[in-house]
C-alpha cells in the first residue's frame, strides 16, 4: 500500500503565501513524475505542476512566476510554494505520484496515486 499525506494548506490574504508538502510512504521502489492538482467548485480538476524524477518541470500558465514545484527525491517528497497568491487560486489542491511499486511478490511499474487533498483558500 502507498499512502500520500499531504500538509500546508489553510486560508490566506491575497498577495500572500503558502508552501504544500506531499509525503508519500509505503512499497514503494522508486517514484517517477510527481505534481499537484487543483480543483476549484463546479470546475475540472486542474494541472497546476509537474515534476519529473530528474527535476524538469512544467507549470499551468496561471501560476507561472508565482508558484514552485520541487521534490526531496530521498524523502519521498513533493513541494509547492506559492507565491503572490490570488482569489482564483482557491481550490482543494490535490498531490499525485507516478510510481514503481511492489505489491508481494510482484512489481508494478507507473502506478498512479492520489493525496487525500488540502484546501487553499485565499481571501481578504
Known amino acids: 500500500q502507498v499512502q500520500l499525506v499531504e500538509s500546508g494548506g489553510g486560508l490566506v490574504q491575497p498577495g500572500g503565501s503558502l508552501r504544500l508538502s506531499c509525503a508519500a510512504s509505503?512499497?514503494?521502489?522508486?517514484?517517477?513524475?510527481m505534481g499537484w492538482y487543483r480543483q476549484a467548485p463546479g470546475k475540472q480538476r486542474e494541472l497546476v505542476a509537474g515534476?519529473?524524477?530528474?527535476?524538469?518541470?512544467n507549470y499551468a500558465g496561471s501560476v507561472k512566476g508565482r508558484f514552485t514545484i520541487s521534490r526531496d527525491n530521498a524523502k519521498n517528497t513533493v513541494y509547492l510554494q506559492m507565491n503572490s497568491l490570488k482569489p482564483e487560486d482557491t481550490a482543494v489542491y490535490y498531490c499525485?505520484?507516478?510510481?514503481?511499486?511492489?505489491?508481494?511478490?510482484?512489481?508494478?511499474?507507473?502506478?498512479?496515486?492520489w493525496g487525500q487533498g488540502t484546501q487553499v483558500t485565499v481571501s481578504s
Open positions: 515534476i519529473t524524477r530528474g527535476g524538469s518541470t
Open positions: 509505503g512499497s514503494i521502489s522508486s517514484i517517477n513524475a
Open positions: 499525485n505520484i507516478d510510481a514503481d511499486v511492489v505489491e508481494g511478490l510482484w512489481a508494478r511499474r507507473g502506478v498512479d496515486y
